[in-house]
């Protein structure tokens, strides 16, 4: 038996349309979404070890702020499609009438910022 005709799949498809290379993107800004977990908890353990002047040391090393600041942009890019894709995926209706989308990704940046900002007031207040 033989199979029929079958075209090499071209390993750049997404590249040809906007919306599929910030689909791809976006799937892979997982793995730095993932790496800020990592570090995070790698933090903790450091804290709970007491062995927090050698992460540091670690987390000082210039590759390591390197990727770090990498991680930061590319988890603020997925926290920020994730948000607008939020209209899609949600519908939601108050009396009947459906609330526009802009207003859901409103509130949904509007709640990331506040959240964002009371983190950040209680971490770098000063004591």
Request: proline residues 5%.
């Amino acid at each position: 038996m033989t199979t029929g005709y079958r075209p090499r799949r071209d390993a750049f498809w997404f590249a040809r349309t906007r919306s599929y290379t910030l689909f791809v993107l976006r799937e892979l800004t997982s793995v730095f979404v993932a790496w800020s977990i990592v570090f995070l908890l790698m933090l903790i353990d450091a804290l709970a070890d007491g062995t927090l002047p050698e992460f540091a040391a670690l987390a000082a090393r210039p590759w390591m702020i390197a990727l770090n600041v990498l991680a930061l942009a590319a988890t603020c890019f997925h926290a920020i499609t994730f948000l607008n894709l939020a209209p899609k995926a949600t519908v939601v209706r108050l009396d009947g009438w459906r609330v526009p989308a802009w207003m859901i990704q409103g509130g949904n940046h509007s709640a990331w910022v506040l959240v964002s900002a009371l983190i950040a007031y209680f971490i770098l207040r000063s004591p």
